[in-house]
């Protein structure tokens, strides 16, 4: 079986295509950096951005799959996936479980979407990640071609993802581990949220591949169970002084606050500051799955894996943000810490000015 999985080297596609070599698949891997066989995977270097890029790949062969972990623009999607359904015997396209409204019970696949109900102009004006995706999921729905199945996961975890609120480890664990406070938002501290490892994910998506009872159909990939977001921070805290290490002052702040340190604000108004729940049962009756690890113990394994290893791998920091941070919490960063003197700079300038 040839498979294709454009953009899949994050939290879910490293351990999908890890799970498919061993079970004989061809896999190619679409990077910006990577090239060559590791582990029986073929990583082709590009950007699978680019259609003249996408193209070489898409007929390189006809793909038995194409998975597709990739973040379009609407116009984007718009344009390619007429190509993708044609080049493949069977599409599965990546959603998001943020394309779901706020709902006081657990959400199934039929709820309600953000896109649909939302009646901020400026929000649905934009095409935010939430209403990107379930636009794209609509092109779908009225294709000709039967022969996509949409996945929607909700938060994901791995060594190296591990998200608290609406950051990624950049945002809050990059400041714990160098001495600083963690900003927290006191807001939803006692919403209910889902984080499941994305090695879960992956293992059902692989089940999913080739069936053709999940063709023209969507699932939600979630652990079936969920945790207060204080809970969160208590195994995180908690991993960290097991592990030897200072447990953080803490800032909480109000989400107004909390969301000015993000690049944008929608992700905590319209996702993190509802409860999410999920009812799995459409997903359970339909793959055959193991137990999913519960949040805690998975949330434990990461910390430890990522803080254990060297050198600990960030991506890039928010150094305006870090600033803002530094001047809530009265905590200051050493110009030895930064790669550059424009980031010491962007740094110093918003942890010296009264913006907030």
């Known amino acids: 079986m040839n498979i294709l999985i454009l953009g899949g080297t994050g939290a879910m596609g490293a351990y999908l295509s890890g799970m498919l070599v061993k079970v004989g698949a061809a896999v190619v891997v679409t ?41 379009y623009s609407t116009k984007s999607f718009e344009l390619r996936y007429p190509k993708l359904l044609s080049r493949c015997d069977h599409y599965i396209f990546i959603s998001s479980a943020r394309v779901y409204a706020k709902s006081e019970s657990p ?75 963690l900003v927290v938002p006191r807001d939803i501290l006692h919403r209910k949220t889902t984080l499941t490892h994305g090695r879960d994910v992956a293992s059902a998506i692989a089940k999913m591949i080739g069936v053709k009872r999940v063709m023209s159909e969507v699932y939600q990939i979630t652990e079936p169970s969920s945790l207060y977001w204080r809970e969160v921070l208590s195994v995180y805290l908690d991993t960290l002084v097991e592990l030897g290490l200072e447990r953080p002052a803490i800032k909480e702040v ?25 009812d799995c049962t459409k997903l359970q009756t339909s793959v055959a799955l193991p137990s999913f690890m519960p949040a805690k113990d998975g949330l434990r394994e990461c910390l430890q894996k990522f803080v254990v290893g060297t050198p600990h791998i960030f991506g890039r920091i928010n150094w305006r943000a870090e600033g803002v941070k530094c001047r809530l919490c009265g905590d200051r960063i050493d110009i030895k810490s930064f790669a550059s003197t ?11 000015l009264p913006i907030y």
């Open 107 to 181: 959400v199934n696949e039929g709820s309600a979407r953000l896109l649909d109900v939302i009646k901020d102009e400026k929000y649905i004006e934009t095409d935010e990640y939430a209403l990107a995706k379930a636009r794209q999921e609509n092109f779908l729905f009225r294709s000709e071609r039967k022969n996509w199945t949409i996945v929607r996961p909700y938060i994901t975890y791995s060594p190296l993802r591990m998200q608290f609120g609406a950051m990624e480890k950049e945002g809050w664990l990059h400041g714990v581990l160098n001495g600083r406070s």
């Open 31 to 71: 990077s910006r950096n990577r090239t060559g066989v590791v582990d029986g995977v073929r990583y082709v270097t590009g950007d699978a951005q680019s259609s003249i890029f996408l193209d070489e790949i898409l007929t390189m062969m006809h793909w038995d799959c194409i998975v597709d972990f990739m973040n």
């Open 254 to 278: 109000s989400n107004e606050v909390y969301s000015r340190l993000l690049p944008s604000p929608y992700p905590l108004i319209f996702d993190r500051s509802y409860n999410r729940e999920f």
């Open 342 to 352: 424009k980031d010491f700079i962007k740094y110093l300038v918003f942890r010296s």
